[in-house]
């Protein structure tokens, strides 16, 4: 398998700019998660998805942010617009479907916003 | 507060000696999971255990659950152990996790 897929991997942009992160979970893997990685803050949950559909989005920032998942396959972490306080490195990470399992991270986003 | 306390956040070892991270939590929690960011990034687990000990290779976790403590043993250790290590939380029955600051390991020849 060839595990969590995450594009771009890096991604440079100006303030203002729109971004869009992409993640391809584990085939398989019924959960999906968008976690948010800074030096001041560490690793935080921004939001997951358990069967396509949203479940806790608590972590999301505001509301420049927003995240989709279409299919089984797919989802998308969108900044519009994006402010250079959005610089990080975002990771996505997939589990099978149960309450409690261990997951697997992509290798993540590093996201600069100038 | 955090609900994750890791100690030490800083660990300087050289390569052999016996290694021990460890983290504290203040919630009720349903499971525990270990994880490893490499200085290229890139974030692997290691364990997730609710109560007992664990054991990979020269890595052992173990977990009090009276007392909210986990520990993180690394036997032998090798400057290819050079880390972060993670300690993270499913609270409740979340599946979403919580984690704490991270403890950066240093194995020198």
């Known amino acids: 398998d060839a595990g969590v897929i995450q594009s771009p991997r890096h991604e440079v942009t100006e303030m203002g700019q729109e971004v869009t992160l992409r993640c391809k979970p584990i085939?398989?893997?019924?959960?999906l998660f968008w976690y948010r990685q800074t030096m001041m803050r560490g690793l935080e949950l921004l939001i997951y998805?358990?069967?396509?559909?949203?479940?806790?989005d608590s972590g999301m920032p505001e509301d420049r942010f927003s995240a989709k998942m279409p299919n089984a396959s797919f989802s998308t972490l969108k900044i519009q617009p994006s402010e250079p306080r959005d610089s990080a490195v975002y990771f996505c990470?997939?589990?099978?479907?149960?309450?409690?399992?261990?997951?697997?991270f992509g290798p993540g986003t590093r996201l600069l916003v100038l | 507060k955090n609900e994750v306390e890791q100690s030490p956040q800083n660990l300087t070892a050289q390569e052999g000696e016996f290694i021990t991270i460890n983290c504290s939590y203040s919630?009720?929690?349903?499971?525990l999971h270990w994880l490893q960011q490499h200085p290229g990034g890139g974030i692997v687990s290691l364990f997730m255990?609710?109560?007992g000990k664990k054991k990979h290779g020269r890595l052992i976790a173990t977990i009090n659950i009276q007392e909210k403590h986990s520990s993180l043993h690394i036997t032998a250790s090798h400057p290819r152990d050079s880390a972060v290590y993670i300690c993270?939380?499913?609270?409740?029955?979340?599946?979403?996790?919580?984690f704490g600051t991270g403890t950066r390991l240093q194995v020198t020849l």
């Open positions: 990470a997939s589990s099978l479907d149960r309450m409690v399992e261990t997951q697997y």
């Open positions: 085939s398989g893997h019924n959960s």
């Open positions: 998805f358990n069967n396509n559909v949203p479940i806790d």
């Open positions: 919630v009720g929690i349903s499971a």
């Open positions: 255990l609710s109560s």
């Open positions: 993270a939380v499913n609270t409740g029955t979340a599946s979403k996790l919580t």
